[in-house]
C-alpha cells in the first residue's frame, strides 16, 4: 500500500456568523491576506526608521508614509490578481461571463497579476508624493516574501493548488474527486503538497535571503537591487516548484494531463512549459538584469 499523509481535518473557514439574512465567514485565505498585508507593512515602517540601511542618501520615505501606501497596494493586489486571473487563466471563461469578473469571492487570484498591479500602484504612489520609485521598491521586494508564506499556506489548508500524484511519503491525499484521480494512479492518490514547497522557497527562503542581505551586507544602498533579487528569486523557486505542481485545468486534456501550454518535439520526446514557468522565467531573467545593472550603476557613482 502506498505511504501517504491524509489531508487534516481544517475548514477553508475559519468561523462564520448567521444572523438572519446576514451571514459572514472569515476564511483562511482571506486572513492571510490581511496579516501578508499588515505585516508587510510594519516590516516597511522598520526599514524607514533605519536611515543607517540605506547609506548616505537616508531612507526614501518617512515612517508614516508606508501607512498610506497600504491602500494603493492593497488595490494593486486585489484587481491586479484577479484581472491576471481573468486574462493569464480563464478569459473565454469570463468573456462569455463578464458579471462574474468582480465575484473575487469565488475564488481566483493570480500572482503575476497582483504583483503587476503592486508595481503600478507603487509608481502612482511614487510619482504623486515625489519619491524614488526604485528605492521605494526595494522596501516593497524585503517586506513581500511573509505574504507569499501565508498565502500558501492558505492555499494549502484550503485544499486547491494541489501538486501532481507521488509514490513519495510525504505525499498527501487532497480532499475531492478531482484531486484523487491520478491517471495511472489507484485511486485515491496521494500528490506532492506544492504549497508547502512554494511556501518554503519563496517565503521563508527567500525571506530569510533578503533579511540577511539587507541586515549583514547593506544590500538597501544599492537602489534596486532587492527588487532584482526579489524578481530572480521568486521566478527561480516558482519556475521549480511547477514541475511539481498540477497544471490548472483549464491547461489539461486527456492525452496532456500536466497542462504544458507551449510544446517542443513531438511524441513521447516532447516537453513543454506551464503557465506559471512561462510568467516566472521572464521574471528570473529581469531580475538577474535589474541586479546587474543596479551594481553598475552603484560603483560608477561610487567612482
Known amino acids: 500500500m502506498q505511504a501517504a499523509i491524509p489531508f487534516p481535518n481544517i475548514g477553508p473557514e475559519i468561523f462564520s456568523i448567521d444572523i438572519g439574512p446576514f451571514a459572514f465567514a472569515l476564511r483562511w485565505y482571506a486572513l492571510a491576506y490581511i496579516v501578508g ?16 540601511l540605506w547609506g548616505t542618501r537616508g531612507a526614501p520615505m518617512r515612517p508614516t508614509q508606508p501607512e498610506e501606501l497600504l491602500t494603493w497596494v492593497i488595490l494593486g493586489v486585489v484587481l491586479g490578481g ?8 480563464q478569459p ?20 503575476h497579476g497582483g504583483a503587476l498591479g503592486v ?18 521598491g526595494d522596501a516593497i521586494a524585503v517586506a513581500t516574501p511573509p505574504g507569499l508564506l501565508l498565502g500558501r499556506l492558505a492555499n494549502f489548508v484550503n485544499g486547491e493548488l494541489w501538486g501532481r500524484p507521488t509514490d513519495m511519503p510525504w505525499g498527501v491525499i487532497f480532499p475531492g474527486e478531482r484531486a484523487q484521480f491520478c491517471p495511472g494512479f489507484t485511486a485515491p492518490c496521494a500528490r506532492h503538497p506544492s504549497q508547502l514547497y512554494e511556501a518554503g522557497l519563496e517565503g521563508l527562503v527567500l525571506g530569510a535571503v533578503m533579511v540577511w542581505m539587507v541586515w549583514r551586507r547593506g544590500a538597501l544602498r544599492v537602489p534596486g537591487q532587492m527588487i532584482g533579487v ?14 511539481f505542481r498540477q497544471a490548472d485545468a483549464q491547461f489539461t486534456t486527456p492525452d496532456n494531463p500536466w497542462g504544458h501550454v507551449i510544446r517542443f518535439g513531438a511524441g513521447p520526446d516532447a516537453w513543454g512549459l506551464t503557465m506559471g514557468q512561462v510568467l516566472s522565467l521572464p521574471m528570473l531573467v529581469a531580475g538577474l538584469a535589474i541586479i546587474l545593472v543596479a551594481r553598475r550603476r552603484h560603483a560608477a557613482e561610487d567612482g
Open 230 to 243: 526579489f524578481l530572480a528569486g521568486y521566478g527561480a523557486a516558482r519556475t521549480f516548484v511547477e514541475g
Open 82 to 89: 484577479r484581472l491576471g486571473f481573468v486574462v493569464f487563466y
Open 37 to 52: 498585508l499588515l505585516a508587510g507593512w510594519r516590516i516597511m515602517v522598520r526599514l524607514m526608521k533605519r536611515p543607517a
Open 92 to 111: 473565454g471563461y469570463y468573456l462569455a461571463n463578464p458579471l462574474e469578473i468582480p465575484m473575487i469571492w469565488q475564488g481566483g487570484m493570480a500572482f
Open 119 to 136: 508595481v503600478l500602484a507603487v509608481l502612482g504612489y511614487c510619482w504623486r508624493n515625489g519619491l524614488p520609485a526604485m528605492r521605494v
